[in-house]
Nanobody
Framework: QVQLVEFGGGLVQAGGSLRISCAASGPPFTTLIMGWFRQAPGKEREFVAAITGNSGITSYADPIKGRFVISRHNGKNEVHLQMNSLKPEDTGVYSC??????????????????WGRGTQVTVSS
């Protein structure tokens, strides 16, 4: 069983930066692909970014590519999402997700079996 707890959300002005994090407990952290998803008001939850366990290979959704950076600290069992040049459309609940390592990084909601409760990110215009 994997337990995930997000922290670091908040309110930021457009153009600003914010870093959110997720702490994991359970199986060895390096055996997990860690992902971030977000859900804007009235919209479906969508993939944001993910990173593999040992190799640190990353994958990003097109809307945030070049602005967000996902990283992980395996010694602390944490994954981070550094969000730069934030836009109002980045507003939403950001959730951490985890699944066992695979060769390719999946992006589907059903590909991840473990989820955090989410943290709110609000970008004002």
């Amino acid at each position: 069983q994997v337990q995930l707890v997000e922290f670091g959300g908040g309110l930021v002005q457009a153009g600003g930066s914010l870093r959110i994090s997720c702490a994991a407990s359970g199986p060895p952290f390096t055996t997990l692909i860690m992902g971030w998803f977000r859900q804007a008001p009235g919209k479906e939850r969508e993939f944001v970014a993910a990173i593999t366990g040992n190799s640190g290979i990353t994958s990003y959704a097109d809307p945030i590519k070049g602005r967000f950076v996902i990283s992980r600290h395996n010694g602390k069992n944490e994954v981070h999402l550094q969000m730069n040049s934030l836009k109002p459309e980045d507003t939403g609940v950001y959730s951490c997700a985890a699944r066992p390592n695979t060769d390719a990084i999946p992006r589907g909601l059903t590909d991840y079996g473990y989820w955090g409760r989410g943290t709110q990110v609000t970008v004002s215009s």
